[in-house]
T-cell receptor, first 114, second 112 residues
């Protein structure tokens, strides 16, 4: 276990549904990240939060809405998704001061949009 | 064009054999290079971390090398085991802003 948990592990949703992905880190890190991993593509950074503040949004469509209530929890709210949004969504955390900045990844949520 | 290119894309090897995975990158300057192992249905887990001044780093049967002059890294797996079946991802970290550049991964399948 890496100290980063994600729920649910699998999610199937229709294009008109609204769902949320949850991530929790137990490492005392200050930064949290959402990544999208599609088949045969490199991981794509979606959002970065540092001390609960969003510091990066990589031109992600508004149908993905992140929320970071505190440094240990991160959510990704989903609505009116498209089939091409089907992918593995990975959460990660890191400490951004005085260390190696290494990111620790959760197990991911496998999302299928029908 | 991706800043981190990995080869081969996929590889099948017999249990007990060795293999070497390649990573070429264009990120410059960079602070460190990492190899991650990602089992099917899991998140990536760090195997090795090398700074730009290091040439080699080992973690059990995994040995990573780095040539900063040619911008190449390799990951060597010795005496492969069935549990080595996974995707191995090369990640280069930009110096200064600590952004990560990911390769697509090398998919390794170890067969008995």
């Amino acid at each position: 276990e890496t100290g980063v948990t994600q729920t649910p592990r699998h999610l199937v949703m229709g294009m008109t549904n609204k769902k949320s992905l949850k991530c929790e880190q137990h490492l005392g890190h200050n930064a949290m990240y959402w990544y999208k991993q599609s088949a045969k593509k490199p991981l794509e950074l979606m959002f970065v939060y540092n001390f609960k503040e969003q510091t990066e949004n990589n031109s992600v469509p508004s149908r993905f809405s992140p929320e970071c209530p505190n440094s240990s929890h991160l959510f990704l709210h989903l609505h009116t998704l498209q089939p091409e949004d089907s992918a593995l969504y990975l959460c990660a955390s890191s400490q951004t001061s005085g260390g190696s900045y290494e990111q620790y990844f959760g197990p991911g949520t496998r999302l299928t949009v029908t | 064009k991706n800043q981190v290119e990995q080869s081969p894309q996929s590889l099948i090897i017999l249990e007990g054999k060795n293999c070497t995975l390649q990573c070429n990158y264009t990120v410059s300057p960079f602070s460190n290079l990492r190899w991650y192992k990602q089992d099917t249905g899991r998140g990536p887990v760090s195997l090795t971390i090398m700074t730009f001044s290091e040439n080699t780093k080992s973690n059990g049967r995994y040995t990573a090398t780095l040539d900063a002059d040619t911008k190449q890294s390799s990951l060597h797996i010795t005496a492969s085991q069935l549990s080595d079946s996974a995707s191995y991802i090369c990640v280069v970290i930009f110096m200064g802003n600590n952004r990560l550049a990911f390769g697509k991964g090398n998919q390794v399948v170890v067969i008995p």
